[in-house]
């Protein structure tokens, strides 16, 4: 796509800007366009510049298209979620969520998993969620050389 960081950005911010006035006429255009918006999710791109022009073409798209970009998600879900929790992508999942209900669950599964990963360093595990059984956790018994 484009190298240079301001035309990037407006390209996705156009491509949104098209979409939200189209609506679902942009439906035949989703292949290729989300090509791009994983390229822009990539990490050469995120080392670049901002990812916020992506992250506002993709709740664009979710307003504009709804459930029609719901076979997309599973591509789109690992390199959003590779990205740091700013307001824009949790705008765009606010709007993924909503409009695409079938990925809702794996939103909020994998939204807080990052929040749990910022705030604590591991994964999200419910209250009282049984720990993991590791050798290291089962005491050891010394059997008593009478038993049989």
Partial sequence: MLKK?????????????????????????LDGVLIYVREGLSVQSRKRGSVNPVFDCISRL???????LS????????????????PKLTQALVD??????????TIQERLL???S??????????LG????????SVPIIPKD???P
């Fill in 71 to 86: 076979k997309y998600m599973e591509a789109l879900l690992d390199p959003i979620f590779a990205c740091d929790l700013t």
């Fill in 117 to 126: 990963m910022v705030l604590c360093g591991e994964p999200f595990k419910p």
């Fill in 129 to 136: 969620a049984p720990q993991p059984n590791t050798l290291n």
């Fill in 113 to 115: 998993d990052m929040l």
């Fill in 5 to 29: 960081d301001k035309e990037r950005n407006d390209a996705f911010l156009a491509i949104g800007n098209i979409a939200n006035s189209v609506k679902s006429a942009i439906a035949p255009y």
């Fill in 62 to 68: 979710a307003v504009a298209v709804g459930q029609t």
């Fill in 96 to 105: 993924m969520g909503f409009y695409i209900p079938p990925v809702k669950p």
């Fill in 145 to 147: 050389a009478k038993d």
